[in-house]
Protein backbone atom coordinates (compact mmCIF):
# COMPACT_ATOMS: atom_id res chain seq x y z
CA UNK A 1 0.00 0.00 0.00
CA UNK A 2 2.98 2.70 0.87
CA UNK A 3 4.51 2.57 -2.70
CA UNK A 4 0.81 3.01 -4.01
CA UNK A 5 0.45 6.07 -2.01
CA UNK A 6 -1.83 5.36 0.42
CA UNK A 7 -0.05 6.98 3.60
CA UNK A 8 0.23 9.98 1.83
CA UNK A 9 -3.19 10.58 2.09
CA UNK A 10 -2.61 11.71 5.39
CA UNK A 11 -0.56 14.37 4.55
CA UNK A 12 -2.45 17.63 3.44
CA UNK A 13 1.14 19.03 3.15
CA UNK A 14 2.21 16.61 0.10
CA UNK A 15 -1.41 14.87 -0.99
CA UNK A 16 -3.80 17.98 -1.46
CA UNK A 17 -2.87 18.49 -5.15
CA UNK A 18 -4.39 18.32 -8.58
CA UNK A 19 -4.63 14.25 -9.28
CA UNK A 20 -6.54 13.85 -5.57
CA UNK A 21 -8.82 16.71 -6.53
CA UNK A 22 -12.25 16.61 -8.47
CA UNK A 23 -14.67 19.19 -10.55
CA UNK A 24 -13.91 23.46 -9.53
CA UNK A 25 -10.72 22.39 -7.22
CA UNK A 26 -9.37 20.19 -10.05
CA UNK A 27 -9.52 22.96 -12.56
CA UNK A 28 -8.32 25.20 -10.35
CA UNK A 29 -5.15 23.60 -9.06
CA UNK A 30 -4.61 22.79 -13.17
CA UNK A 31 -4.63 26.21 -14.18
CA UNK A 32 -2.37 27.47 -12.08
CA UNK A 33 0.23 25.41 -13.52
CA UNK A 34 -0.47 24.56 -17.11
CA UNK A 35 0.71 27.79 -17.92
CA UNK A 36 4.21 26.53 -17.52
CA UNK A 37 3.39 24.35 -20.12
CA UNK A 38 2.62 26.29 -23.04
CA UNK A 39 4.02 25.68 -26.25
CA UNK A 40 6.48 28.51 -26.21
CA UNK A 41 7.90 27.40 -23.31
CA UNK A 42 8.34 23.87 -24.62
CA UNK A 43 10.36 25.41 -27.24
CA UNK A 44 12.52 26.91 -24.60
CA UNK A 45 12.93 23.92 -22.96
CA UNK A 46 13.73 21.65 -25.88
CA UNK A 47 16.92 24.21 -26.31
CA UNK A 48 17.90 23.18 -22.54
CA UNK A 49 17.03 19.70 -22.90
CA UNK A 50 19.21 19.58 -25.66
CA UNK A 51 22.27 21.45 -24.19
CA UNK A 52 22.04 18.97 -20.60
CA UNK A 53 21.88 16.15 -22.93
CA UNK A 54 25.25 16.97 -24.96
CA UNK A 55 26.52 17.82 -21.53
CA UNK A 56 25.86 14.89 -19.77
CA UNK A 57 27.23 12.28 -23.41
CA UNK A 58 30.48 14.49 -23.41
CA UNK A 59 30.81 12.39 -19.84
CA UNK A 60 30.63 9.12 -20.79
CA UNK A 61 34.26 8.61 -22.05
CA UNK A 62 34.42 4.79 -21.57
CA UNK A 63 33.95 2.28 -24.30
CA UNK A 64 31.06 1.22 -21.94
CA UNK A 65 27.83 3.41 -19.48
CA UNK A 66 25.48 3.37 -18.28
CA UNK A 67 22.77 5.19 -19.52
CA UNK A 68 20.37 5.35 -17.03
CA UNK A 69 23.03 6.88 -14.43
CA UNK A 70 24.98 8.63 -17.03
CA UNK A 71 21.80 10.19 -18.58
CA UNK A 72 17.92 9.11 -17.83
CA UNK A 73 18.06 10.26 -14.51
CA UNK A 74 20.34 13.73 -14.27
CA UNK A 75 18.10 15.31 -17.44
CA UNK A 76 14.73 14.78 -15.96
CA UNK A 77 15.39 16.09 -12.27
CA UNK A 78 17.76 19.14 -14.04
CA UNK A 79 14.58 20.17 -16.00
CA UNK A 80 12.09 19.80 -13.61
CA UNK A 81 14.51 21.90 -10.60
CA UNK A 82 15.32 24.24 -13.32
CA UNK A 83 11.08 24.61 -14.17
CA UNK A 84 10.43 24.63 -10.48
CA UNK A 85 13.77 26.73 -9.20
CA UNK A 86 15.46 23.91 -7.22
CA UNK A 87 19.40 25.32 -6.05
CA UNK A 88 21.98 23.09 -7.34
CA UNK A 89 22.83 21.90 -3.36
CA UNK A 90 19.55 20.48 -2.90
CA UNK A 91 18.95 18.50 -5.90
CA UNK A 92 21.12 15.39 -5.19
CA UNK A 93 19.05 15.01 -1.65
CA UNK A 94 15.77 15.90 -3.35
CA UNK A 95 16.90 13.01 -6.31
CA UNK A 96 17.29 10.53 -3.41
CA UNK A 97 14.10 10.83 -1.40
CA UNK A 98 12.13 10.90 -5.17
CA UNK A 99 13.34 7.95 -6.19
CA UNK A 100 12.88 5.93 -2.75
CA UNK A 101 9.09 7.06 -3.19
CA UNK A 102 8.94 6.10 -6.68
CA UNK A 103 10.75 2.99 -7.17
CA UNK A 104 10.77 1.47 -3.78
CA UNK A 105 8.61 -1.81 -3.31
CA UNK A 106 5.55 -1.89 -1.33
CA UNK A 107 7.34 -3.59 1.17
CA UNK A 108 9.66 -1.21 2.17
CA UNK A 109 7.26 0.65 4.39
CA UNK A 110 9.74 2.27 6.75
CA UNK A 111 12.18 3.92 3.76
CA UNK A 112 9.32 4.97 2.58
CA UNK A 113 8.01 6.90 5.06
CA UNK A 114 11.24 7.77 6.27
CA UNK A 115 11.94 9.54 2.51
CA UNK A 116 8.44 11.17 2.46
CA UNK A 117 8.82 12.96 5.85
CA UNK A 118 12.78 14.46 4.59
CA UNK A 119 10.63 15.72 1.62
CA UNK A 120 7.90 17.08 3.01
CA UNK A 121 10.17 19.23 5.40
CA UNK A 122 12.57 19.83 2.45
CA UNK A 123 9.68 21.35 0.45
CA UNK A 124 8.67 23.59 3.40
CA UNK A 125 11.92 24.77 3.38
CA UNK A 126 11.63 25.13 -0.27
CA UNK A 127 8.44 27.35 -0.63
CA UNK A 128 9.84 29.42 2.26
CA UNK A 129 13.26 30.33 0.12
CA UNK A 130 11.33 30.79 -2.31
CA UNK A 131 9.12 34.10 -0.42
CA UNK A 132 12.51 35.35 1.09
CA UNK A 133 14.16 35.13 -2.49
CA UNK A 134 11.76 35.06 -5.24
CA UNK A 135 13.36 33.88 -8.50
CA UNK A 136 12.30 33.46 -12.34
CA UNK A 137 10.38 29.74 -11.34
CA UNK A 138 7.41 28.17 -11.28
CA UNK A 139 7.45 27.36 -7.61
CA UNK A 140 8.21 31.51 -6.75
CA UNK A 141 5.03 31.91 -9.27
CA UNK A 142 3.19 29.45 -7.20
CA UNK A 143 4.11 31.41 -3.74
CA UNK A 144 2.77 34.79 -5.57
CA UNK A 145 -0.71 33.34 -6.09
CA UNK A 146 -0.53 31.64 -2.89
CA UNK A 147 -0.22 35.41 -1.30
CA UNK A 148 -3.57 36.32 -3.43
CA UNK A 149 -5.48 33.53 -2.39
CA UNK A 150 -5.73 31.05 -5.24
CA UNK A 151 -3.96 28.42 -3.63
CA UNK A 152 -3.39 27.52 0.62
CA UNK A 153 -0.61 26.74 1.78
CA UNK A 154 -0.97 22.42 1.76
CA UNK A 155 -2.31 22.79 -1.64
CA UNK A 156 1.42 24.80 -2.94
CA UNK A 157 3.72 22.28 -1.10
CA UNK A 158 1.73 19.69 -2.36
CA UNK A 159 1.71 21.03 -5.86
CA UNK A 160 5.34 21.03 -5.61
CA UNK A 161 5.91 17.89 -4.38
CA UNK A 162 3.47 16.27 -7.30
CA UNK A 163 5.70 18.24 -9.91
CA UNK A 164 9.01 16.75 -8.33
CA UNK A 165 7.52 13.24 -8.43
CA UNK A 166 5.76 13.32 -11.73
CA UNK A 167 8.24 15.27 -13.21
CA UNK A 168 10.93 12.99 -12.57
CA UNK A 169 11.49 9.02 -12.65
CA UNK A 170 8.44 8.80 -15.30
CA UNK A 171 10.91 10.17 -17.96
CA UNK A 172 13.45 8.31 -16.77
CA UNK A 173 11.76 5.19 -17.33
CA UNK A 174 10.89 7.04 -20.70
CA UNK A 175 14.07 7.44 -22.10
CA UNK A 176 15.19 3.72 -20.24
CA UNK A 177 12.63 1.83 -21.87
CA UNK A 178 12.66 3.73 -25.32
CA UNK A 179 16.22 3.25 -25.41
CA UNK A 180 16.00 -0.59 -24.43
CA UNK A 181 13.07 -1.12 -27.20
CA UNK A 182 15.69 0.16 -29.75
CA UNK A 183 18.46 -1.84 -28.75
CA UNK A 184 16.21 -4.42 -28.99
CA UNK A 185 14.89 -3.67 -32.13
CA UNK A 186 18.07 -2.95 -34.09
CA UNK A 187 16.30 -2.68 -37.92
CA UNK A 188 14.06 -0.25 -36.42
CA UNK A 189 16.48 1.73 -34.68
CA UNK A 190 18.52 1.86 -38.21
CA UNK A 191 15.60 3.23 -39.63
CA UNK A 192 15.28 6.15 -37.53
CA UNK A 193 18.77 6.45 -37.28
CA UNK A 194 18.33 7.00 -41.23
CA UNK A 195 15.71 9.68 -40.25
CA UNK A 196 15.15 11.44 -37.31
CA UNK A 197 12.07 13.20 -38.08
CA UNK A 198 10.32 10.01 -37.14
CA UNK A 199 11.44 10.36 -33.35
CA UNK A 200 7.96 11.87 -32.56
CA UNK A 201 6.13 8.51 -33.51
CA UNK A 202 9.06 6.45 -32.05
CA UNK A 203 8.71 7.86 -28.84
CA UNK A 204 5.12 7.71 -29.03
CA UNK A 205 5.57 4.08 -29.85
CA UNK A 206 7.94 3.90 -26.56
CA UNK A 207 4.93 5.36 -24.45
CA UNK A 208 2.92 2.00 -25.49
CA UNK A 209 5.39 -0.65 -25.83
CA UNK A 210 6.88 -0.16 -22.44
CA UNK A 211 5.50 3.13 -20.58
CA UNK A 212 6.24 4.40 -17.28
CA UNK A 213 3.39 4.19 -15.66
CA UNK A 214 2.25 0.69 -15.15
CA UNK A 215 -1.16 1.88 -12.96
CA UNK A 216 -2.99 5.07 -13.03
CA UNK A 217 -3.90 6.92 -9.78
CA UNK A 218 -6.75 5.46 -7.65
CA UNK A 219 -10.11 6.03 -9.24
CA UNK A 220 -13.38 5.49 -6.68
CA UNK A 221 -17.03 4.67 -8.08
CA UNK A 222 -19.77 7.38 -7.42
CA UNK A 223 -22.53 4.73 -8.17
CA UNK A 224 -22.06 0.89 -9.21
CA UNK A 225 -20.47 0.54 -12.62
CA UNK A 226 -20.25 -2.95 -14.60
CA UNK A 227 -16.70 -2.93 -16.68
CA UNK A 228 -15.44 -5.79 -18.83
CA UNK A 229 -17.94 -7.64 -16.43
CA UNK A 230 -16.61 -6.56 -13.43
CA UNK A 231 -19.19 -5.21 -10.76
CA UNK A 232 -17.49 -2.11 -8.79
CA UNK A 233 -19.26 -0.65 -6.08
CA UNK A 234 -19.36 2.88 -4.84
CA UNK A 235 -16.15 3.84 -2.82
CA UNK A 236 -14.01 0.25 -3.65
CA UNK A 237 -10.79 1.36 -4.91
CA UNK A 238 -10.15 0.56 -8.05
CA UNK A 239 -6.57 0.57 -10.18
CA UNK A 240 -6.28 0.73 -13.73
CA UNK A 241 -3.57 -0.96 -15.41
CA UNK A 242 -2.22 1.29 -18.03
CA UNK A 243 0.78 -1.06 -19.15
CA UNK A 244 -2.52 -4.06 -19.91
CA UNK A 245 -4.65 -1.47 -21.63
CA UNK A 246 -1.78 -0.14 -24.08
CA UNK A 247 -1.22 -3.89 -25.34
CA UNK A 248 -4.74 -4.06 -25.42
CA UNK A 249 -5.65 -6.70 -28.86
CA UNK A 250 -9.12 -5.03 -28.55
CA UNK A 251 -7.43 -1.71 -29.34
CA UNK A 252 -4.05 -2.50 -31.30
CA UNK A 253 -3.52 -4.41 -33.92
CA UNK A 254 -0.52 -7.03 -33.27
CA UNK A 255 -0.15 -5.26 -29.64
CA UNK A 256 3.10 -7.31 -28.81
CA UNK A 257 5.23 -5.80 -31.61
CA UNK A 258 7.27 -2.34 -31.40
CA UNK A 259 5.30 -0.88 -34.73
CA UNK A 260 6.48 3.15 -34.61
CA UNK A 261 4.16 4.96 -36.66
CA UNK A 262 1.27 2.52 -36.35
CA UNK A 263 -1.98 4.40 -36.73
CA UNK A 264 -5.33 3.81 -34.60
CA UNK A 265 -6.56 4.19 -30.75
CA UNK A 266 -4.24 6.78 -29.01
CA UNK A 267 -2.57 4.83 -26.05
CA UNK A 268 -3.16 5.44 -22.58
CA UNK A 269 0.74 6.13 -21.27
CA UNK A 270 -0.03 9.79 -19.73
CA UNK A 271 -4.06 8.80 -18.86
CA UNK A 272 -7.06 10.68 -20.43
CA UNK A 273 -9.28 12.64 -19.53
CA UNK A 274 -9.42 15.69 -17.32
CA UNK A 275 -6.61 13.55 -15.41
CA UNK A 276 -4.26 14.01 -18.57
CA UNK A 277 -0.76 14.25 -17.89
CA UNK A 278 0.00 17.95 -17.89
CA UNK A 279 3.60 17.07 -18.43
CA UNK A 280 2.96 15.13 -21.55
CA UNK A 281 4.41 17.71 -23.84
CA UNK A 282 7.40 17.88 -21.57
CA UNK A 283 8.10 14.31 -21.14
CA UNK A 284 8.45 13.92 -25.04
CA UNK A 285 10.83 17.15 -25.37
CA UNK A 286 13.11 15.38 -23.30
CA UNK A 287 12.73 11.51 -24.86
CA UNK A 288 13.16 13.29 -27.98
CA UNK A 289 16.20 15.20 -27.00
CA UNK A 290 17.91 12.39 -25.28
CA UNK A 291 16.93 9.38 -27.57
CA UNK A 292 17.64 11.27 -30.60
CA UNK A 293 21.02 12.61 -29.20
CA UNK A 294 22.11 9.15 -28.53
CA UNK A 295 21.22 8.37 -31.90
CA UNK A 296 23.09 10.31 -33.26
CA UNK A 297 26.55 10.39 -31.69
CA UNK A 298 26.88 6.93 -30.66
CA UNK A 299 25.84 5.03 -34.15
CA UNK A 300 27.57 1.56 -32.84
CA UNK A 301 25.17 2.01 -29.94
CA UNK A 302 24.32 -2.30 -28.76
CA UNK A 303 23.59 -3.41 -25.17
CA UNK A 304 26.59 -5.14 -23.03
CA UNK A 305 24.31 -7.41 -21.37
CA UNK A 306 21.84 -10.36 -21.67
CA UNK A 307 18.35 -8.38 -21.42
CA UNK A 308 16.94 -11.51 -18.77
CA UNK A 309 19.39 -9.46 -16.68
CA UNK A 310 18.10 -6.35 -16.71
CA UNK A 311 16.68 -5.35 -13.39
CA UNK A 312 13.45 -3.61 -12.95
CA UNK A 313 12.02 -1.14 -9.96
CA UNK A 314 10.29 -3.44 -7.74
CA UNK A 315 7.56 -0.55 -7.58
CA UNK A 316 3.59 -1.26 -7.75
CA UNK A 317 3.01 2.37 -9.55
CA UNK A 318 6.23 2.56 -11.99
CA UNK A 319 8.21 0.25 -14.55
CA UNK A 320 11.85 1.35 -14.97
CA UNK A 321 15.58 0.22 -15.06
CA UNK A 322 17.69 0.27 -12.38
CA UNK A 323 20.43 0.17 -15.00
CA UNK A 324 21.03 0.30 -18.62
CA UNK A 325 24.65 -1.08 -19.36
CA UNK A 326 25.61 -0.11 -23.01
CA UNK A 327 28.83 -0.63 -25.43
CA UNK A 328 28.98 2.99 -26.54
CA UNK A 329 31.31 2.03 -29.57
CA UNK A 330 31.40 -0.79 -32.06
C1 LIG B 1 6.99 9.92 -19.82
C2 LIG B 1 6.74 10.66 -18.78
C3 LIG B 1 5.40 10.74 -18.09
C4 LIG B 1 4.40 9.81 -18.03
C5 LIG B 1 4.36 8.42 -18.66
C6 LIG B 1 3.34 10.40 -17.24
C7 LIG B 1 2.14 9.77 -16.95
C8 LIG B 1 1.06 10.36 -16.33
C9 LIG B 1 -0.22 9.72 -16.14
C10 LIG B 1 -0.58 8.30 -16.54
C11 LIG B 1 -1.03 10.62 -15.52
C12 LIG B 1 -2.52 10.43 -15.17
C13 LIG B 1 -2.70 9.71 -13.87
C14 LIG B 1 -4.14 9.37 -13.63
O1 LIG B 1 -5.05 9.77 -14.38
O2 LIG B 1 -4.39 8.66 -12.65
C15 LIG B 1 -0.25 11.81 -15.29
C16 LIG B 1 -0.72 12.95 -14.65
C17 LIG B 1 0.09 14.01 -14.35
N1 LIG B 1 1.40 14.22 -14.76
FE1 LIG B 1 2.52 12.99 -15.89
N2 LIG B 1 3.71 11.65 -16.84
C18 LIG B 1 4.96 11.90 -17.35
C19 LIG B 1 5.70 13.06 -17.20
C20 LIG B 1 5.29 14.15 -16.48
C21 LIG B 1 6.04 15.36 -16.32
C22 LIG B 1 7.40 15.63 -16.97
C23 LIG B 1 5.31 16.17 -15.51
C24 LIG B 1 5.59 17.54 -14.97
C25 LIG B 1 6.60 18.24 -15.11
C26 LIG B 1 4.08 15.49 -15.19
C27 LIG B 1 3.07 15.98 -14.40
C28 LIG B 1 1.84 15.40 -14.24
C29 LIG B 1 0.77 16.00 -13.46
C30 LIG B 1 0.83 17.32 -12.70
C31 LIG B 1 -0.33 15.12 -13.53
C32 LIG B 1 -1.70 15.29 -12.86
C33 LIG B 1 -2.71 15.86 -13.83
C34 LIG B 1 -4.09 16.01 -13.23
O3 LIG B 1 -4.40 15.36 -12.21
O4 LIG B 1 -4.88 16.81 -13.77
N3 LIG B 1 4.11 14.26 -15.80
N4 LIG B 1 1.02 11.63 -15.82
Redesign the pocket.
Known amino acids: PASLGLPLDHRPGLAR ?5 DGAD ?1 AR ?2 RL ?1 SA ?2 TPRRMAGLRTRALEVTDALLDRLDGPEADLIAGLAYPL ?1 IT ?2 CD ?1 LGVPEEDRATFHHHASVIDSAAASEVEEITRATDALESFLADLVELKRSRPGNDLLTDLVRRSNQGEIDKDELTS ?1 AF ?2 LI ?3 E ?2 V ?2 IGNGLLALLRHPGQAAALRADLSLLPDFVDEM ?1 RYD ?3 R ?5 FPTEPVVIGGQEMLPGEPIL ?1 S ?1 LAANRDPAAFADPDAFSPGRIGEPH ?13 A ?3 V ?2 EAAIGRVLERFPDLALATDPAELSWWPSAIMRGLFSLPVRLHG
Open positions: HMINAHLRVAFPIILTLLAGHTTALLGPVNATWRVLLAFGRGPHYCVGALAKEG
